[in-house]
């Protein structure tokens, strides 16, 4: 099977602009989580999708969305852009029947906020 | 609410050598999974190892193995016969067994330099 994709691998863009970042889960997969990496906060959890309705959100601000269509596909919006949005965003899939599913990984999108 | 902790930001060890990486955690949950990822520099996140909390055998998976303490909320993750490829930031994370809730929670892991 093919492996989670994310698109695109690299983004520039500045303040006050939004940004929409894809997911691709593995085949099946219909669980799809967001995660923002960055050097000093760590892996933290954004959001989760099942079967196209956010199941789970973590502690951001309004300004990161996202959702999933019926294919399972995934996408998270940021808008308003401000410079402690640079970082890594990585999506994960995985069967999602249980909370305790294992998460496949996918490459991700490196954010730059200039 | 649920924490884990990685002590050791940093460790190195000679290649062919063994290595093992601290991961204690706090949970309320009774039943739980916890995980080691790796993070090599091309950053994609791989599954290492996975331990289902209600299982007392610690998981092996090749020369990776685990030593987990439920009691001590502790789960640390042994590298035999080190190799160059091993070098990676290694993440622990830790998942409730919550009902539609899909939620890792990672620590702030730990690089593993390998020495030829």
């Known amino acids: 099977k093919a492996g989670v994709t994310q698109t695109p691998r690299y983004l520039i863009k500045t303040r006050g602009q939004q940004v929409t970042l894809s997911c691709s889960p593995i085949s099946g997969h219909r669980s799809v989580s967001w995660y923002q990496q960055t050097p000093g906060q760590g892996l933290q959890f954004l959001f989760e999708y099942f079967s196209e309705t956010q199941r789970n959100k973590g502690n951001f601000p309004g300004r990161f969305s996202g959702r999933q269509f019926s294919n399972s596909r995934s996408e998270m919006n940021v808008s308003t852009l401000e410079l402690g949005d640079s970082a890594l965003y990585l999506c994960a899939s995985s069967d999602g029947k249980q909370s305790t599913d294992t998460q496949y990984f996918g490459p991700g999108t490196r954010l730059t906020v200039l | ?116």
């Open chain 2, 1 to 116: 609410a649920q924490t884990v902790t990685q002590s050791q930001p940093e460790m190195s060890v000679q290649e062919a050598e063994t290595v093992t990486l601290s991961c204690t955690y706090d949970t309320s949950e009774s039943d739980y999974y916890l995980f080691w990822y790796k993070q090599p520099p091309s950053r994609q996140m791989i599954l290492v190892i996975r331990q289902e909390a209600y299982k007392q055998q610690n998981a092996t998976e090749n020369r990776f193995s685990v030593n987990f303490q439920k009691a001590a909320k502790s789960f640390s993750l042994k590298i035999s016969d080190s190799q160059l490829g091993d070098a990676a930031m290694y993440f622990c994370a830790l998942v409730g067994k919550i009902q539609g809730a899909q939620k890792l929670v990672f620590g702030q892991g730990t690089r593993l330099t390998i020495n030829p």
